[in-house]
């Protein structure tokens, strides 16, 4: 059975780092395109960040470029999203997605994405 575990969420302070990792097991992880989702309080799921299962592609969402950074470790079948200089507006539930769209425009595929439960990150003023 394939499990999606996130982890890493908190409680942090404005200009702070949180880093999340997602830790993928009973799967074949390093031909995975792999991918962090979110949905703020009141708001729609929205992409992240996506990362190919050979590393070659890496994209962001366009208002997290140059402070968040997605990475995977095959070895470790885990993916991590180092979250930097945060600020309140990226409070949110962070999904880890097995199989990701690698674009923020491409679309979901429900019948071959696998999803984790999410981890909380919280910014306070």
């Known amino acids: 059975q394939v499990q999606v575990a996130e982890s890493g969420g908190g409680l942090v302070q404005a200009g702070g780092s949180l880093r999340l990792s997602c830790e993928v097991s009973g799967r074949t992880f390093n031909r995975d395109d792999m991918g962090w989702y979110r949905q703020a309080p009141g708001k729609k799921r929205e992409f992240v960040a996506a990362?190919?299962?050979?590393?070659?592609?890496?994209n962001y969402h366009g208002n997290v470029k140059g402070r968040f950074t997605i990475s995977r470790d095959n070895a470790k079948n885990t993916v991590y999203l180092q979250m930097n200089n945060l600020n309140p507006v990226v409070t949110a539930i962070y999904f880890c997605?097995?199989?990701?769209?690698?674009?923020?425009?491409?679309?979901?595929?429900?019948?071959?994405?696998?999803w984790g439960q999410g981890t909380t990150a919280t910014v306070s003023p």
């Open positions: 990362m190919s299962w050979s590393g070659s592609i890496i």
């Open positions: 997605v097995v199989d990701a769209p690698l674009t923020p425009d491409s679309p979901n595929n429900p019948l071959d994405e696998l």
